[in-house]
């Protein structure tokens, strides 16, 4: 196979999908219902993203005390719906995370 | 309010905004780092070469397409299917587009489409918060090229050590540095989590996201994200429907409040 086809042909999907929106962007306007779901995007995907990789880092659901990520995980839950503060979770559950991972 | 309103209406100079954008990207970059090595090392083991390499993490920059492309190629997949899969990997980036689509109507092309070119999962997690927390600043644009600049030398810098140096670190894989992301991910969702439409959507998200995740190509996550969407989005139109009766049974009182809070806005400013 041409790798460099290959490379042309990935760039130009990816790019297409990620700029026809933005080319046309001030032509189009979204429905007003459709305006109102894209408030749970960002929520909505990145959910999607991190709670398989707390809950199963492998591949199999593992919410157990021998998976560091879901102990850091559930220590990010809980600063961030107490704290509401972004950057304080992160810091206090790499913290527990990298800890309790080297205590392992 | 006054607090409020002062912190919103806040205005940055391009290079600070940039440079924010920078900043709010490190935990994000922190956890890309190590999938940026491993896809070195595992380009290099599927047969292309260093030039390929580097090229598929500077002109496509899908990290996730990415894997996927050099994993069907290892296993000798035919051309269009590893096409086929990098747009089906890559559907999620229109929600992304659509919902930044307010937000970069304004500029001209020449903004459009780095931006357009830049808009990966991190990006979009790192600077659309940006966009909801300051909705007066106009120059916004610059945050999200900051976040996007610094995630593509990153990406692009880690590929290149894991091309060289990928056999001597190993184990970066288990470092567990990947668990940034999650911290990250989570430390954003959170604070959104104060109305009932919201948790929903998002435990909705959650759950299909865990029993979709067998499926090929991050269709799961796609499904995930679009059935929390609905969800919440439906809660939504149902409390709206609710609310709209209420008011009509008592429709001047309901209007009376109106007022008085909007005169007691007043007063207060």
Redesign the interface.
């Known amino acids: 196979m041409n790798i460099w086809l290959l490379i042309a042909l990935m760039a130009l999907a990816t790019f297409t999908i990620r700029y026809a929106l933005y080319a046309r962007a001030n032509a189009i306007s979204l429905p007003p219902k459709l305006e109102r779901a894209l408030k749970y995007s960002a929520p909505c995907v990145l959910t999607a993203i991190w709670v398989p990789a707390i809950l199963m880092p492998k591949g199999v659901l593992d919410p157990t005390l021998a998976n560091p990520y879901f102990i850091g995980g559930l220590v990010a839950i809980i600063i961030g719906l107490w704290k509401k503060n972004t950057l304080l979770t992160i810091a206090i559950s790499m913290t527990c995370f990298f800890t309790y991972k080297w205590l392992q | 309010m006054q607090t409020l309103s002062l912190i919103n209406s806040k205005s940055f100079s391009n290079i600070k905004q940039f440079n924010q954008g920078v900043a709010d990207s490190i935990?994000l970059v922190l956890g890309g780092v190590p999938f940026g090595v491993i896809f070195g090392t595992l380009a290099m083991n599927a047969g292309?070469?260093v030039w390929?390499t580097i090229?598929?993490s500077s002109?496509?920059?899908?990290g996730s397409?990415?894997f996927v492309?050099v994993g069907m190629?290892a296993a000798g997949t035919?051309?269009g299917f590893?096409?086929g899969a990098?747009?089906i990997i890559?559907?999620?980036?229109?929600?992304?587009?659509?919902?930044?689509?307010?937000h970069?109507?304004?500029?001209p092309?020449k903004w459009?489409?780095p931006?357009?070119?830049l808009?990966i999962?991190e990006v979009?997690?790192a600077t659309?918060?940006r966009y909801l927390n300051y909705p007066q600043s106009n120059n916004s644009h610059w945050h999200y090229l900051g976040v996007g600049v610094s995630f593509y030398l990153s990406w692009n810098i880690a590929t290149i050590v894991g091309i060289f140096f990928g056999a001597n670190i190993e184990g970066i894989g288990e470092w567990?540095l990947?668990?940034?992301?999650?911290?990250?991910?989570?430390?954003?969702?959170?604070?959104?989590?104060i109305n009932k439409?919201?948790i929903a959507?998002?435990l909705?998200?959650?759950v299909?996201?865990?029993v979709t995740?067998s499926l090929p190509h991050k269709i799961?996550?796609v499904i995930?994200?679009l059935?929390?969407?609905?969800v919440?989005?439906l809660l939504?139109e149902w409390q709206n429907t609710i609310n709209k009766n209420n008011n009509s049974t008592d429709k001047n009182t309901g209007k009376d409040t109106e007022k008085n809070l909007e005169k007691k806005a007043e007063q207060a400013s």
């Open positions: 935990p292309l070469d390929q090229g598929m002109i496509v920059f899908a397409a990415q492309a190629l035919s051309l590893v096409i990098t747009i890559n559907l999620r980036h229109l929600i992304y587009a659509a919902s930044m689509l307010p970069v109507k304004h500029l092309q459009r489409v931006l357009g070119f808009l999962d979009f997690a659309y918060p567990g990947d668990f940034a992301m999650s911290a990250t991910f989570i430390g954003m969702v959170m604070p959104h989590l439409p919201m959507g998002v909705t998200s959650a299909l996201a865990v995740y799961g996550l995930a994200s059935g929390g969407m609905t919440g989005y939504e």
